[in-house]
């Protein structure tokens, strides 16, 4: 039996309750693997490897010469997530990116959200994200950012929290759908058997949701994907949703603006673009706007934007909400555009902004984990319980210097989902990320991606940290 | 389309026929070898074919050996023009139009990349040089029938194949040259057995041999070099490449055959005219060796306009990652 002496180590498990017992979500898949003949499951966890490497489902490690390209390391042994779990998840995170959108529109035009003293003005003026080019615009459709994908994670007590909202350029949703291309053909019967949601239509929805942002007075708006090439660390999903779609891949060498609209150059000639879902930050979009030396981008594109003549999605400036402090103040802004209760709670977080949490980090950073307010992919993270003193100290340095960019969490001890290790199955903890789209309305693809720290014991997931994907199963409602 | 992607289908095509064509040439010296006595100045007259000989001398020294020249040929990666630098380019270009390509091309792409990459670390190839040779075609065809069998017969196709077959026509007349520079035909050989096997391992390097003899009855200098220059049916032969390349020119540009509306399609068109209306003893005459050296300087002169019409507008990659995702 795979699951034998399996052991929970006193962690929330996705598939064991404590006393070792399968939870009913899994417990379909457990009878199935059992009926497996010996053996089986690594030979198909070696198949399912051999075919990803084929297809080229590869990432870019930087800082690495030739040959950088990787597998994104895959374990067969899908997480499940029960219907009724994921209906709770499902309206939280619609309620969340409803009001995050509302309060990116609130601060770059009418601010009641300062005047009115719920959020501190001097957070918002010192954040690197805030675009002041964009104060007094309103995007197509009033809608800020359409493309997110949030960072939950559950803890020692089965709550899910949200650890960021990633809402600029979040990437991996093109895993979710490799992940699961391969895993039915590695469990086609089993796949018959369970009543799984399906996330194939996520393409379709994608490109429905680009084509509502066309700027009014565009029929049959021309959508392209923009990426900064092929030496950026996600470039395998951008071609690939761009093939999905069926739209053009273009590079910021593609596009040029004349007369006020962006055109593609093609072998016929400059073809006008009408929305365009840019892979490219902020910063690298438009040389005389922002970073004079980006080569990546379109010159003159943000005056465009402004005028309505394009779309961009996700709008210039929703970065803002990365922000980790800003963060810290969700389930306030949730209360003040919706006046309803937050239904995912934020990770409890201390703002080193602020003078009483500043003391308490301090006091406790053994206990916690540091993270720079501005940074993704867990770059530039302190974990307390494993840090040395001497980077303790280092970090209690940065924190007195630049209190503005540091926040604070308890560690969080990351549910745990078993992974394969030959023959055995052995639990390792997990995050995951699911991705909302918001056009007509807001739809939340039923799975994500769920990233495993494959190394025993460890609590990082990031690709570029040794961490690995699964398959996630939504179950239909069976009542 | 796209001038960038036009441009990468483009010469994803050309690395992927010259990958192929170095093996070709590899092979007929190979083939060569076997018959002659000795090697001496081979090796190296094989370098100046690929017209690399100056890089050579820079990476490897003054003396040419079998084993630095397959080496270099093969697997040296400060050679722009080696199998595996070729193809390496393939799979960057691929890489950057996998939106455009099939799975299958891409797969089968990265499959002939790490076979050739492995293949220099395993030492494989110098132990079994025919072997390892005959996969490199072998794996080439196969590219070649899973693009032709995968993609729509649009613009990025007609982009592809006038990308083959400008490099092919360029190749084959490198090959005859092989000839030329290894064997300066001695009077006394000519016509003997010796010059047979060797006109006959010519034709078999460009996997000719077969149809050849279903329209020649004896190997003669005169034949070989007709069929591989002005056949209008075979696919390597020169003619060939380049009717069927002004094919997918004008495919893309819409412009009626035996007209023109730009450069690219004037210059192919006076290429498609001269190879026409050429007579094989007249170009021996004249001098073969400066016949097709005089070619592939017309054939360059295609493919700079090529560049001009279609590719201009677009501009090169920058090499950064453009930002942290999330």
């Known amino acids: 039996m795979y699951y034998k002496d399996y052991d929970t180590e006193g962690f929330f498990d996705e598939y064991f309750h404590a006393d070792g017992s399968p939870r009913e979500g899994a417990s379909i898949l457990l009878k199935r693997l059992e009926q497996l003949p010996g053996g089986e499951l690594l030979r198909r966890q070696k198949a399912t490897e051999a075919r990803l490497f084929q297809m080229g489902v590869t990432f870019t490690v930087y800082g690495e010469e030739e040959g950088t390209e990787r597998i994104f390391p895959f374990d067969i042994i899908p997480r499940v997530i029960e219907a009724r779990e994921w209906e709770a998840l499902e309206r939280g995170l619609k309620q969340r990116i409803y009001a995050l959108n509302l309060f990116i529109d609130d601060i770059y035009n009418d601010k009641k959200i300062l005047k009115d003293r719920v959020f501190p003005e001097e957070l918002l003026k010192t954040s690197k994200c805030y675009r002041p080019q964009c104060e007094g615009f309103r995007p197509p459709r009033g809608i800020w950012c359409h493309i997110s994908g949030t960072d939950l994670v559950r803890g020692g007590d089965g709550v899910y929290y949200v650890l960021e909202d990633n809402l600029r350029c979040p990437s991996g949703v093109s895993y979710v759908l490799e992940n699961r291309e391969v895993l039915k053909r590695t469990f086609p019967k089993i796949f018959e058997d369970s009543k799984i949601r399906p996330v194939d239509d996520y393409p379709y929805r994608l490109r429905e949701m680009l084509q509502y942002m066309a700027p009014d007075g565009a029929h049959s708006p021309t959508v392209v994907l923009l990426t900064p090439g092929i030496y950026n660390s996600a470039y395998f999903e951008h071609s690939y949703l761009a093939q999905q779609m069926g739209i053009e891949l273009v590079e910021g060498g593609d596009l040029a603006v004349t007369d006020g609209y962006v055109y593609m150059k093609t072998t016929k000639g400059l073809q006008k673009v009408d929305v365009i879902y840019r892979r490219i930050d902020d910063d690298f979009i438009d040389p005389l706007a922002f970073r004079e030396d980006s080569l990546l981008g379109v010159p003159g594109i943000m005056d465009v934007y402004k005028s309505g003549h394009v779309a961009l999605v996700n709008a210039i400036g929703t970065g803002i909400a990365d922000d980790k402090i800003i963060y810290a103040y969700v389930p306030e802004i949730i209360k003040y555009y919706t006046g309803e209760e937050p239904i995912l709670p934020n990770v409890p977080t201390y703002v080193c902004w602020e003078e009483l949490d500043r003391k308490y980090v301090l006091e406790n950073l053994e206990s916690l984990v540091v993270k720079p307010a501005n940074e993704s992919g867990g770059y530039g993270i302190m974990i307390g319980p494993k840090a040395s003193a001497r980077v303790r100290e280092e970090f209690r340095g940065k924190i007195l210097e630049d209190p503005r960019n540091y926040i604070a969490q308890p560690t969080v001890s990351l549910s745990r989902v078993p992974i394969l290790v030959g023959e055995r199955f052995e639990g390792r903890h997990v995050d995951f990320r699911p991705y909302t789209l918001y056009g007509e309305d807001i739809y939340v693809m039923p799975g994500g991606l769920t990233r495993v720290a494959l190394k025993k014991g460890s609590l990082v997931v990031n690709s570029s940290q040794g961490g690995g994907s699964k398959d996630t199963w939504v179950l239909r409602d069976l009542s | ?326």
């Open chain 2, 1 to 326: 389309m796209l001038s960038r992607v036009a441009n990468s289908i483009y010469w994803m095509s050309r690395y992927m026929e010259r990958a192929e064509n170095v093996a070709r040439f590899i092979e007929v010296n190979l083939h060569l070898m076997l018959d002659m006595h000795t090697d001496e100045g081979q090796w190296e007259a094989l370098v100046s074919t690929t017209g690399d000989l100056e890089i050579f001398r820079e990476r490897c020294g003054e003396e040419a050996t079998r084993e630095t020249v397959l080496d270099f040929l093969t697997f040296d990666r400060e050679n722009p023009n080696s199998i595996l630098s070729t193809l390496t380019m393939v799979r960057e270009n691929a890489r950057s139009i996998r939106e455009i390509i099939s799975s299958e091309m891409w797969e089968q792409i990265n499959k002939f990349y790490y076979f050739v990459r492995d293949s220099a670390l395993s030492g494989v190839a110098a132990e079994t040089p025919q072997d390892f040779y005959q996969r490199v075609k072998t794996e080439s065809h196969l590219y070649a029938g899973i693009a032709d069998s995968t993609m729509n017969r649009g613009e990025d196709w007609h982009f592809a194949r006038m990308g083959r077959l400008i490099e092919r026509a360029d190749k084959t007349s490198r090959l005859i040259d092989v000839k030329y520079f290894i064997l300066l035909p001695k009077p006394e050989d000519v016509g003997t057995p010796i010059d047979n096997i060797q006109w006959a391992a010519l034709l078999k390097s460009a996997s000719a041999l077969d149809m050849y003899r279903r329209k020649y009855e004896q190997i003669t200098p005169e034949s070989v070099v007709q069929f591989l220059l002005l056949d209008r049916h075979f696919p390597r032969a020169i003619l060939y490449c380049v009717l069927m390349a002004e094919v997918s020119l004008h495919s893309i540009t819409g412009t009626p055959a035996g007209m023109f509306r730009n450069e690219a399609e004037r210059r192919m068109g006076r290429l498609h005219a001269e190879l026409t209306y050429a007579r094989i003893d007249d170009i021996i005459k004249r001098g073969l060796h400066e016949y097709l050296d005089n070619f592939q300087g017309e054939l360059n002169g295609v493919g700079d306009s090529i560049k001009d019409t279609f590719f201009a507008l677009s501009s090169a990659s920058p090499n950064t990652p453009g930002g942290m995702e999330e």
